[in-house]
C-alpha cells in the first residue's frame, strides 16, 4: 500500500517519493516493496559540454539535481545557474552528488556553445553536466519523467516551448525526492539539506 500525505509521517525516515505531476509525497520506507513498481527516471542518452555522453547508467549510485535551461535565456536562467553554482560549491567534493542542466534548446546548444557556457559560469565538468541532445528527448524527460512543470505540464502540447525555474532532486534509484524553486534561495537551500538527508541515508 502506498501512503499519502495524510500518513503517519514520524515514522518515515527520509524524504517522501514522488509519482506523477501533482507531486503528492508518497511517505515510504527505503526497502518498500512498494518501490519496485513507483516512478523512475527512465533511460535517457545525451551528450554534454565535453562531448562524454551521459545516460542513465552514467548516474548509478548517484544523488543528482536537474533543471532546464538555455544559454542565451536571459531572465530566469542566470539565477538558476548561479543557485545551481551555490550546489555544486556545497558538494564539490562529494563524488556521490552530481548536478544536470538539460538545454531546452538543443539545436542551438551545441557542444562547443556548451563548454563556452561553462567556462563563463564556472561549470566544474564531471561534477555539473550541461546537456544537449535530442530535443523531443529531452522535453520527454522534463515533462514524463522529471514533470518540472508540474500540474501545468499537463496541458501543454509537445511543441510548446519547456521553460521552467525549478529544480528537482532525484535518488540513487532514479526516484524523486523533491522540487524545488531554483530562483528562491530558501527553496535551494532546503533542497541542499535534502540531499544531506538523502546522503545520512545512502542516497535513498
Aim: hydrophobic letters at 35%.
Amino acid at each position: 500500500m502506498f501512503a499519502s500525505c495524510g500518513s503517519e509521517q514520524a515514522t518515515t525516515p527520509t524524504l517522501p517519493y514522488y509519482a506523477d505531476a501533482t507531486f503528492t509525497p508518497f511517505w515510504l520506507a527505503p526497502d518498500s516493496d512498494s518501490l519496485a513498481t513507483f516512478h523512475q527516471i527512465g533511460s535517457f542518452e545525451l551528450v554534454d559540454q565535453e562531448g562524454d555522453t551521459i545516460t542513465e547508467e552514467s548516474l548509478a549510485g548517484k544523488v543528482y539535481v536537474t533543471n532546464f535551461f538555455f544559454t542565451a535565456c536571459p531572465g530566469i536562467c542566470p539565477k538558476m545557474t548561479n543557485n545551481m553554482t551555490v550546489l555544486q560549491d556545497e558538494f564539490r567534493d562529494d563524488p556521490e552528488v552530481v548536478l544536470l542542466s538539460h538545454s531546452v534548446t538543443p539545436r542551438y546548444d551545441s557542444i562547443p556553445v556548451l563548454r563556452n557556457y561553462a567556462e563563463a559560469n564556472g561549470v566544474e565538468s564531471g561534477k555539473w553536466h550541461l546537456l544537449t541532445g535530442d530535443r523531443d528527448a529531452i522535453y520527454a524527460l522534463g515533462r514524463e519523467a522529471y514533470f518540472v512543470e508540474e500540474d501545468l505540464g499537463l496541458e501543454r502540447e509537445r511543441d510548446d516551448f519547456l521553460h521552467t525555474e525549478n529544480f528537482v532532486l532525484v535518488d540513487r534509484n532514479r526516484h524523486i525526492r523533491g522540487i524545488y524553486n531554483g530562483l528562491s534561495m530558501t527553496s535551494v537551500n532546503q533542497l541542499a539539506k535534502d540531499i544531506r538527508t538523502l546522503l545520512a541515508t545512502g542516497g535513498s
